[in-house]
């Protein structure tokens, strides 16, 4: 098993300016009954501001991944990751980026494009059924968008899925 650190000792060992740091985020909030892309409770997305912020502060290049509700391994509209966009923006104080996907030649190029202490959101892990069922290859085509991963989903941390374990 790799050493764990939190990340002011990473931060103490390694240089994070121009990295890509894939932070596996718990953005899985709850929205809107009436409209559905209303994001009534913002505790989670403020919960990961600290994380990002200081990997923003160091000169990262910042790759967020979370899932929201339960697509049961397809893609479902009602749980793509829009709406946590705008709150996230406003309390990071920078403008997050947000890729349709989670993998894939496309994410690739926006990974590869981001510039130090830009903020990218991946698309919804869970439209991938490999996320839940902790699937080798997919937890190889996230690891292969960073150079560093941050796990910073406490509420996830405990499940053997490809984002967290």
């Known amino acids: 098993m790799a050493n764990k650190l939190n990340i ?8 994070l300016e121009g990295k890509k740091v894939f932070v596996r985020v718990d953005l899985n909030v709850p ?4 409209d559905g892309v209303t994001v009534t409770d913002d505790t989670r997305i403020r919960g990961v ?8 502060s160091k000169g990262a290049k910042v790759i967020l991944c979370s899932h929201l509700g339960r697509p049961k391994g397809k893609v479902n509209d009602a749980f793509r990751m829009n709406p946590v966009v705008p709150r996230l923006s406003e309390l990071l104080g920078v403008q997050v980026q947000k890729a349709d ?9 926006m990974v590869n494009g981001l510039n130090n202490g830009e903020v990218l959101l991946l698309e919804n892990c869970r439209f991938y059924a490999g996320e839940e069922k902790n699937d080798a290859e997919f937890a190889q085509q996230l690891g292969a968008l960073c150079d560093v991963y941050v796990n910073d989903a406490f509420g996830t941390a405990h499940r053997a899925h490809a984002s967290t374990a």
């Open 8 to 15: 002011e000792a990473l931060a103490g060992q390694i240089s």
């Open 31 to 34: 929205l809107s009954k009436e």
């Open 49 to 56: 501001v600290p994380t990002v912020s200081f990997l923003i």
């Open 101 to 109: 996907d989670t993998v894939g030649e496309a994410v690739e190029g």
